[in-house]
């Protein structure tokens, strides 16, 4: 009888234990979305990790999926369309629950979009937009805004009159073409400034440094330069400082980078535009959680623009 009694309070303990670890269980999968999240796998195809940019954006949506318990999978294009088009069919083969594209080329990632619609894999854009294919969602600033402020504060820091330069991004996609539009919209108002070079150095440091070098040799009067990323406004500054010109030429660039914000602080660069590529990355995956849990997402995320000058330099935040 005691060898009975005690099966039958062994198996009692057996019983109630599992009964309690089913009911933990059921509270840990219920009550903690972080674990539901590690099973989502997102691919993120940066367009390059050669530019601090795209670094900060990428450093972005990594802190957010890992707060999430979230696989990302980031590639980088190198700049190159045709790889960004492998790149995106390596990751719709790894079997991603949605694709965040960061375009090489707005043409050229339309077809990479088309693609994972094919594979019923939902596409966000960010920072630059896709030309083609079925878009959830884009996630970005707004670029005509961001030149329509770069005009105003050249118009008043020469009050209405002198002659500017504009240093332009990449024509192919729609950032570029809108810093363009939204600075040169302003300014075609403005009668006493004269746009006396306005060419592409492709949101690239470098390609800046020589195209403000050749600009700097032809013209011996230079008020303003706007360059429509802070890549290539601190490629212009290195061309402006070498060439002795810095006190003469009012300088404005976009984004709000770091190195930027600290040519702002040494009072070598006039201003930026904050556009910080960290919350890009963050929104991004925000809105890709909110899409793969069936909530409705805007189909245009527009984050807020600033322009940073030495007065508010310490204020903005870029992360």
Do not use: W
Not at 51 to 77: C, Y
Request: proline share 2%.
């Amino acid at each position: 009888m005691k060898k009975i009694l005690s099966t039958l309070a062994l198996v009692l303990l057996l019983a109630l234990a599992a009964c309690g670890g089913n009911d933990d269980t059921e509270k840990d999968s219920s009550g903690d979305t972080n674990d539901a999240s590690g099973d989502i796998k997102i691919g993120l195809a940066v367009n390059t990790l050669n530019n601090p940019f795209f670094v900060d954006l990428k450093d972005g949506a990594e802190a957010t999926a890992e707060e999430n318990g979230i696989n990302l999978v980031v590639t980088d294009s190198q700049g190159d369309p045709g790889k960004q088009m492998s790149d995106v069919e390596n990751l719709l083969q790894q079997g991603i629950d949605l694709l965040i594209l960061n375009p090489v080329d707005s043409d050229a990632a339309g077809q990479a979009a088309l693609l994972a619609n094919d594979q019923n894999v939902p596409v966000i854009t960010v920072d630059r937009q896709a030309s083609d294919g079925e878009i959830v969602a884009h996630v970005g600033f707004d670029a005509l805004k961001s030149g329509g402020i770069a005009a105003s504060y050249l118009e008043e820091a020469l009050g209405g009159e002198g002659k500017v330069v504009e240093i332009q991004g990449i024509l192919g996609t729609n950032v570029g073409q809108d810093r363009s539009k939204g600075f040169n919209d302003h300014m075609s108002g403005v009668e006493g400034i004269e746009i006396i070079a306005s060419q592409s150095a492709n949101f690239d440091r470098g390609e800046a440094l020589s195209v403000m070098e050749d600009i700097l040799q032809a013209n011996d009067e230079i008020d303003a330069v706007y360059a429509a990323n802070d890549e290539m406004v601190l490629g212009a500054l290195s061309a402006i400082e070498s060439a002795g010109r810095l006190d003469d030429i009012k300088i404005i660039g976009t984004d709000a980078i770091d190195p930027a914000m600290e040519a702002i602080r040494e009072g070598r660069l006039d201003a930026t535009i904050a556009e910080p590529p960290f919350f890009l990355g963050r929104e991004a995956i925000n809105a890709a959680i909110k899409t793969l849990d069936g909530e409705e997402v805007e189909e245009m995320i527009t984050l807020e623009n600033t322009l940073v000058t030495e007065e508010n330099v310490d204020e903005v935040k870029t992360r």
